[in-house]
């Protein structure tokens, strides 16, 4: 079946440092794909997505590239800032439209 | 977009008993989902809520357990039932709608079982 697998955290970085969080995925045809944000005492916020090979998903100085041959999604921002401290959730949506499939969740803080 | 509305945002429970948790939308949705994500976990989908009929459960999750209703395009309850300390999570309703290719998600019920 179909299954999300991300790096483990937590992750703790310095202000400005680069940030990668690494996701791979296993599915069947051609999945939709999602990075959801959760801040400390937050609902699940939608972070960027992509929808077929090599689409680019950014928001707020974060990207992610579909990338089909190697099955993954990783997560990269240039320069990380106090505020981005929060919860990482990888996503895959199948052929069943709505249903996601998350990764465990990468905790990520960000120290002035 | 979606805006959701989950009710309540958090409760303390005594196991045995059963908490109804509702879930309101601002605009008709085509589907509609619960999650379940337990302390320190990810986040794992319960069921599909269907529209004038029965849920649609994931494996491992069972109706006698976790009722759902959906008697309208807006609004969907999720009840656990018979609590125990295992159920003490964060329920969430989740939402996609026909224009956009995204899910939406309500900011969550905590529940805790003691």
């Known amino acids: 079946g179909n299954s999300v697998t991300q790096m483990e955290g937590p992750v703790t970085l310095s202000e400005e440092a680069f940030l990668t969080i690494n996701c791979t995925y296993t599915?069947?045809?051609?999945?939709?794909l999602f990075w959801y944000v959760q801040y400390p005492g937050e609902g699940l916020q939608l972070l960027l997505k992509?929808?077929?090979?090599?689409d680019k998903g950014s928001n707020k100085g974060f990207e992610a590239t579909y990338r089909k041959e190697t099955t993954s999604f990783h997560l990269e921002k240039g320069s990380v800032q106090v505020s981005d401290s929060a919860v990482y959730f990888c996503?895959?949506?199948?052929?069943?439209?709505?249903?996601?499939?998350f990764g465990q969740g990468t905790e990520l803080s960000v120290k002035p | 977009s979606a805006v959701i509305s989950q009710k309540p945002s958090r409760d303390i429970c005594q196991r045995g008993t059963s908490l109804t948790i509702q879930c309101q939308v601002d605009?008709?949705?085509?589907?509609m989902f619960w999650y379940r994500q337990q302390p320190g976990q990810s986040l794992t989908l319960i069921a599909t809520?269907?529209?004038?009929?029965?849920?649609?459960?994931e494996s491992g999750f069972v109706i006698d357990k976790f009722p759902i209703s959906r008697p309208n395009l807006t609004f969907s309850t999720l009840t656990v039932s018979n609590m125990s300390p295992e159920d003490s999570s964060i329920y969430l309703c989740?939402?996609?709608?026909?224009?956009?290719?995204?899910?939406?998600f309500g900011q969550g019920t905590r529940l805790t079982v003691v």
């Open positions: 989740s939402v996609e709608t026909a224009t956009n290719t995204e899910a939406f």
């Open positions: 599915a069947t045809g051609y999945p939709s």
């Open positions: 992509a929808t077929k090979a090599d």
């Open positions: 996503a895959l949506e199948g052929n069943q439209g709505g249903k996601l499939i």
């Open positions: 605009s008709q949705v085509t589907m």
């Open positions: 809520a269907n529209q004038g009929s029965e849920a649609t459960y």
